[in-house]
């Protein structure tokens, strides 16, 4: 790859100052705009698969802590049934 020249950088230059030159305050306003909606779309997008993520992890360890609970229950009561009283519940609910 070639290094750019000095009249190519200026040729750039002119290119570019030209376009902007172009543009009113309207559409510049427009512009912004549009990029400052679709930032906002794309983070938005993201922290929600980040929460969706964490409240997922949040249900599986209440899933594991209430499957936890009754297995105590069951060891502790297993003559009167306590545990699969309990069992029943939570399915119902």
């Known amino acids: 790859m070639s290094k750019?020249?000095?009249?190519?950088s200026s040729g750039i230059a002119g290119i570019v100052s030209a376009i902007c030159a172009s543009?009113?305050?309207?559409e510049?306003?427009?512009?912004?705009?549009i990029a400052t909606a679709i930032l906002s779309f794309m983070l938005n997008a993201i922290y929600m698969r980040r929460k969706d993520a964490?409240?997922?992890?949040?249900?599986?360890l209440a899933a594991r802590e209430s499957e936890a609970?009754?297995?105590a229950l069951d060891l502790h009561a297993p003559a009167t049934g306590k545990g699969e009283r309990?069992?029943?519940w939570?399915?119902?609910r």
Do not use: N
């Not at 750019?4 to 190519?8: L, R, S």
């Not at 543009?23 to 309207?26: S, V």
């Not at 510049?28 to 705009?33: E, N």
């Open 23 to 26: 543009f009113t305050l309207a």
């Open 69 to 71: 609970r009754l297995a």
């Open 28 to 33: 510049i306003g427009a512009m912004v705009g």
């Open 86 to 88: 309990v069992k029943r």
């Open 4 to 8: 750019i020249t000095v009249p190519e």
């Open 90 to 92: 939570l399915k119902g």
């Open 54 to 60: 964490r409240e997922q992890r949040q249900a599986d």
